[in-house]
């Protein structure tokens, strides 16, 4: 028996081991590159270990006026809109995970039904144009309110606790309002924690929704900016007099590369800290109690 | 029980702030953006009583890729204001989605009152025209576009007209591309440049075979090129085709004067065969139908290429010293127009113009817009936005103008200020001290006699029926196949026309030429 | 018998209003539940479902300017279009057939993955694991695929320098339709593992600790634990996941293949989505794009209605 599970986890980390490798593999790729001052990329080759390190590339995007601004704007959009999805998320999906609530049938067909069915970018512009929300950061935000995928998962994971948790409660004389705050909400840390990562990462690169609702470039976010600086550098439009200068400069590949380490840096961090929240044993004992 | 209620306080807290930051920062920015709307609601000027100033003329300007134009801060902006009176206010998108996001502002009504965009035969342009998006500026043209109308000629904007208006002004613009040679490696193999096909076939070979960078290592390419075929153009040249068929609603003219696509020109299936030869012997690059336009500039880059496509202007600036980095002893030549079996050369054709400006049918004072744009093209505008402000940007003396690089760097005007991409006369200049420029600025005179599609604003109504019919990327995929596979390049080019204008080639000739005819 | 009729329809009535009064009762009773979804009912009426009469875009020539009642009716001009094509028809088999792939390896491995990292005692190694593994996620297509490109390239990609080490000729991948629809299924797996893994790792976290522990007490190992356990504890996770992901099947990757898709290749891996975006690029054709997105949208919606319905069937849950 012993030696069965030795092997196992023997194998078990060698396999996960060489998956993070190769997953680990294009960033350090891409952060190789970005500090690669020009002469050694050309060259080619697997670019491990540099011999020099040039900080060039990420001193350009840092000048760029609209970085910082367009950070900011990142960062309002991703918190904001975060807790804003969170919020009604689990009012919807702990509301629609009791099944016996009259009008559950209808309600639950009418979310569904939007998921396949929806009304295209130009009536969601209208629409938002209407509201007076051209141009201001809500209209990112409500538009994008609730992912009904997410929700039915979050709801998943509602209906997956055990019924006696909340009778037990409701017995000791818990009322509604309690029981989903102080008894539901604790215990699904990980599946809030789950979808809350998924929507700020999904707000995190959104590219073009903000490109539609936002006119002033001031509220842009990083995405956007980034992709500018970037089609900037790269070689594609070739007419004469169309070639800017930064084209004509030498650091086109690494300036490339980072601007995917500092579009992607930040929630990468993010999820570490959100990793204490997978651990086993948040149920202990409490329906004992 | 306290320790979470103390955290729920905390995010309550949190989200509060957060939220009245948004809301303020939201109330302000709308205070802001209600001056200034896109479109109509502009602030209008008003005859007033001589002595009393009147109120600027607001108009805004869209084009694609102007994220850093900062209409508040620019100078040259700020400049034009003072000039005109005007107030400029500034539009834009990222390359990728201007499309979508010009095509928004129309849906909601809000036009920009000056687009620049890609114009008749692309986009719904024509359908806008026709619906009144647009005013058809051809006799405000006529009236407030002197300068203009000395650098664009009658063709290029009659070619530009839907239905006898004209709806957009085109900006000129020359393809300026050119082939360059690796002259150190003829050097050290002791060969001169070719002059026609089977030299340089014979050049290719012994490039891609005999080690001319003599570093030991067989890791050089004969010949390389883009997916697209366009970075080859010159071998289709020389066997008379104009642009290779990389696609085929590339309009010209055949023998009869009449429209047909570019896939029949005489010419193109032998310029084929050529290819497939170098293909199968291993003298192109055997990846080239992969090679996406990025990663053909970066192989040029390493300095492994012998003959490669670059622009007249940029070779010496840019590409030489880019391959020099990697390979110092670069050295590049120009490659004339290599010839054919009939000892002849056609150049690649060319629009001549790239995008158009459009001026909103809501827009107050479309002449002071005119004004604007044909400054662009006079001596003193074409001056402001090359070089910038004198004094500032740049010093005179006796005529001749010395730039100061550091300010224009602080004006982010290095290659000009970015009005350039609405109208700008072609004139080829590039600052620097290299011996091969003059020369290089003399063969790019040649740019100017073209040749030119005689249709390029024009596309057959049924084209995305065709293309649906078809699959999009047919004649792509097509070529390449044929020229990566191993059957007879002949018969098979003949099978590949026959089913392209069976499957809606022949319908589409027809259409462009009724189009066409219509147009005149 | 009229007396009879008419104190029924008394009784009818008594009962309709005594209906109405236990109606208004129970959702008094039940306040709090429905005050939840005040607010959510309220985004998707407003924002998902006035703007759905976008969808007649699909039957009408339409053009960004115009009303939407102004432009002409086209009806199912576009559908005819499309279902006549030969290339759309490649395209449709395409994208069932690499989206069947998909689901195939794509779905299960992050599950097993959530598994082999349960597994794992050290805190450490697993949350490092975890990190290093989620990143691919935020690389876009276009960075990925020129990794791809460059590791199998024909002209000293990584695969190709090992070969020859080892003697063998040089191959080219990324040209062979045999491998293409691999390529495509291996590196989306690689790519979104980590990430949709975090799912079932938060699924096996709130699995009730004490069943874990009667199931020591009964003497099951590790495995046993698993089969019996984990794997039943987070059953409904993976139904409702796999549901949903059934109804993405006519999505087969649109920048992956975009990025990807060469000439020699494109007959195996041309998609519908790409193949909408290439047919219409340029043209602004919204008609087109829309009446696409409503066949993907239908086929989609019946599949998990229609997957809902038999898992009813079969297991007696029904999913939502």
Not at chain 2, 30 to 47: F, H
Not at chain 2, 166 to 181: E, H, R
Not at chain 3, 185 to 196: D, F, I, L, P, R
Not at chain 3, 242 to 257: C, K
Request: charge should be neutral; include cysteine.
């Amino acid at each position: 028996m012993r030696k069965k599970t030795g092997l196992f986890n023997q194998i078990n980390y060698i396999l996960l081991f060489l998956f993070g490798l190769s997953a680990l593999y294009p960033f350090i790729y891409i952060l190789t590159i970005s500090l690669l001052p020009l002469d050694e990329y050309l060259r080619g080759g697997p670019f491990l270990f540099p011999k020099n390190i040039s900080f060039e590339a990420y001193a350009h995007i840092l000048r760029n006026g609209n970085i910082f601004m367009s950070f900011k704007s990142s960062l309002i959009i991703t918190v904001l809109g975060t807790f804003t999805n969170l919020f009604l998320t689990i009012l919807c999906a702990y509301a629609m995970s009791k099944t016996k609530l009259k009008g559950y049938k209808i309600f639950i067909n009418l979310i569904i039904f939007t998921m396949y069915f929806k009304g295209g970018l130009i009536p969601s512009y209208m629409l938002i144009r209407s509201l007076k929300l051209i141009d201001s950061y809500w209209a990112i935000i409500l538009s994008g309110g609730i992912s009904t995928y997410y929700m039915l998962v979050m709801r998943s994971f509602f209906i997956n606790i055990p019924e006696s948790l909340e009778e037990a409660a409701i017995i000791d004389g818990a009322t509604e309002p309690y029981v989903l705050f102080k008894i539901i909400l604790p215990i699904s840390l990980p599946v809030i924690a789950t979808v809350g990562l998924f929507y700020a990462v999904g707000h995190w690169n959104s590219y073009f929704t903000p490109l539609i609702y936002l006119n002033s470039r001031k509220k842009w976010p990083l995405q956007v900016i980034l992709r500018e600086i970037l089609f900037e550098s790269t070689e594609s439009m070739r007419t004469a007099g169309e070639t800017t200068e930064l084209q004509k400069s030498a650091i086109g590949p690494q300036l490339k590369m980072a601007t995917v380490i500092i579009s992607v840096l930040p929630i990468t961090m993010i999820y570490p800290f959100l990793q204490k929240h997978f651990v086993k044993g948040v149920l202990i004992g409490a329906v004992k109690a | 029980m306290i320790r979470n209620s103390k955290k729920m306080v905390a995010v309550v807290l949190l989200t509060c702030m957060v939220l009245s930051y948004v809301f303020t920062g939201c109330i302000k920015t709308n205070e802001v953006e209600t001056q200034s709307t896109t479109g109509s609601s502009n602030t209008q000027t008003t005859q007033v009583k001589q002595g009393e100033t009147e109120k600027p003329y607001e108009f805004s300007i869209f084009r694609s890729t102007w994220t850093d134009l900062n209409e508040d801060t620019d100078l040259i902006i700020k400049e034009l204001n003072k000039k005109f009176n005007i107030k400029i206010k500034i539009l834009t998108a990222p390359y990728e989605t201007w499309v979508e996001k010009y095509n928004i502002y129309v849906t909601s009504g809000d036009v920009p009152d000056l687009s620049v965009t890609t114009g008749p035969g692309t986009m719904n342009f024509n359908a806008w025209a026709k619906q009144g998006i647009y005013i058809d500026i051809n006799d405000l043209y006529k009236k407030h576009c002197p300068n203009i109308q000395k650098y664009i000629s009658d063709d290029i904007i009659e070619a530009h007209k839907i239905n006898g208006g004209l709806y957009g002004i085109p900006k000129p613009s020359l393809s300026d591309t050119t082939v360059a040679i690796r002259a150190d490696w003829l050097k050290n193999l002791n060969l001169s440049i070719p002059k026609n096909l089977d030299d340089l076939y014979a050049v290719l070979k012994v490039f891609k075979e005999n080690d001319p960078d003599g570093n030991k290592q067989d890791d050089t390419y004969g010949l390389c090129s883009e997916d697209t075929l366009n970075t080859i153009d010159f071998i289709f040249g020389a066997f008379g085709v104009h642009c290779p068929p990389n696609v085929a609603t590339n309009w010209i003219t055949d023998e009869n004067g009449k429209l047909t696509s570019n896939l029949l020109e005489p010419g193109v299936k032998d310029a084929i065969k050529y290819v497939t030869k170098l293909y199968r012997d291993k003298i192109l690059d055997q990846e080239w139908m992969i090679t996406k336009s990025q990663a053909y500039v970066d192989k040029i880059h390493t300095g492994k290429v012998g003959i490669s496509k670059t622009g007249f202007l940029t070779m010496i600036a840019d590409t030489e010293s880019k391959i020099k980095a990697n390979d110092p002893d670069c050295e590049l030549s120009i490659m004339e127009n290599v010839v054919g079996p009939e000892g002849k050369y056609v150049r690649p054709m060319q629009k001549g113009f790239y995008m158009v400006s459009s001026i909103s049918s809501k827009s107050k004072q479309p002449e002071k817009i005119l004004e604007f744009l044909d400054y662009l093209m006079s001596d003193e505008g074409d001056t402001l936005i090359r070089y910038g402000i004198k004094g500032i940007t740049y010093t005179e003396e006796n005529g001749k103008i010395t730039v100061n690089k550091e300010e224009l760097k602080k004006y982010a005007m290095e290659s000009g200020h970015k009005f350039k991409q609405i109208l700008q006369r072609t004139a080829l200049v590039i600052p620097g001290d290299d011996t091969r420029i003059p020369q290089l600025l003399e063969m790019a005179q040649v740019l100017y006699e073209g040749p030119f599609y005689p249709a390029p604003t024009l596309q057959p109504q049924s084209l995305k029926d065709v293309t649906t019919k078809q699959g999009p990327d047919f004649v792509k995929n097509s070529v390449a196949a044929i020229i990566t596979g191993n059957g007879d390049v002949d018969s098979e080019w003949d099978i590949f026309i026959k089913q392209w204008r069976e499957t809606g080639g022949d319908q589409l000739i027809k259409e462009i030429n009724e189009l066409y005819d219509a147009n005149k | 018998m009229a007396q009879i009729i008419k104190g029924n329809d008394k009784i009818h009535k008594k009962a309709s209003l005594k209906n109405m009064n236990n109606l208004l009762g129970y959702i008094w009773k039940k306040k709090f539940m429905y005050s939840l979804l005040v607010l959510p009912l309220l985004y998707y009426i407003i924002f998902e479902y006035i703007p759905i009469y976008g969808i007649l875009i699909a039957f009408q020539d339409y053009v960004p300017g115009r009303s939407f009642i102004g432009s002409e009716w086209i009806w199912f001009k576009n559908f005819q279009l499309v279902f006549s094509s030969k290339p759309f028809i490649e395209a449709l088999r395409n994208t069932i057939l690499i989206s069947f792939y998909k689901i195939i390896f794509g779905f299960p491995f992050p599950i097993i993955i959530a598994f082999l990292l349960n597994e794992v005692r050290s805190s450490t190694f697993k949350r490092s694991i975890q990190t290093a593994i989620y990143f691919p996620n935020f690389v876009s297509w276009v960075i990925v695929g020129a990794i791809i490109v460059s590791i199998f390239s024909v002209n000293d990609g990584l695969l190709n320098q090992i070969l020859k080490q080892m003697g063998i000729a040089p191959v080219n991948i990324m040209v062979n339709p045999k491998y293409f629809r691999t390529l495509l299924v291996v590196s989306s797996m690689w790519k979104e593992a980590g990430m949709q893994s975090i799912i079932y790792l938060a699924a096996i976290a709130v699995v009730d600790v004490q069943v874990y522990e009667a199931a020591i007490i009964d003497g099951a190992n590790r495995w046993q634990q698993t089969r019996y356990v984990t794997l039943p504890g987070i059953a409904s996770t993976i139904a409702i996941l796999f549901i949903l992901r059934l109804g993405s099947i006519l999505s087969a990757g649109m920048e992956q293949t975009l990025v990807l898709l060469n000439p020699m290749v494109a007959s195996v891996g041309e998609n519908i989505d790409t193949y909408v975006y290439k047919v219409g690029l340029g043209q602004g054709d919204y008609s087109f794009s829309t009446a696409v997105g409503l066949f993907k949208s239908l086929v989609g919606y019946i599949l998990i209605i229609g997957s809902n319905w038999f898992s009813k069937k079969v297991s007696g849950e029904s999913v939502f």
